[in-house]
């Protein structure tokens, strides 16, 4: 005889994964005030969507990073330009192009 074939939690031998331990916050009633667009709020913790998490590196030394990063790609750039990638390309170029 053919067995019926379930999926419950009882016929895979266990029960369902256990739920996460936080209780989520019920949906807002209300638009929410215009001094919230900083919140993220995933219906379980709103959080600022700011981090303030490195308050050890000061606005000097972010900016020296930041431009740091800029002048890596801005180099990359170059020395990838200074390298013809033009003359490499096997593809037909534009001018060739004589359709029409």
């Not at 993220?40 to 913790?45: I, L």
């Not at 490195?54 to 000097?60: F, K, T």
């Not at 330009?81 to 003359?87: G, V, W």
């Amino acid at each position: 005889t053919a067995q019926p074939y379930t999926t419950t939690a009882l016929t895979r031998g266990g029960a369902t994964p256990p739920l996460a331990p936080f209780a989520r916050l019920p949906p807002e009633s209300e638009k929410l005030v215009e001094q919230y667009d900083a919140i993220w709020d995933d219906g379980v913790a709103p959080e600022v969507t700011l981090d303030f998490d490195c308050q050890h590196i000061s606005s000097g030394e972010g900016l020296a990073m930041w431009l740091g990063g800029l002048g890596f790609f801005a180099t990359l750039y170059q020395v990838v330009k200074a390298s013809d990638p033009q003359s490499k390309n096997p593809a037909v170029n534009r001018k060739m192009d004589g359709v029409g």
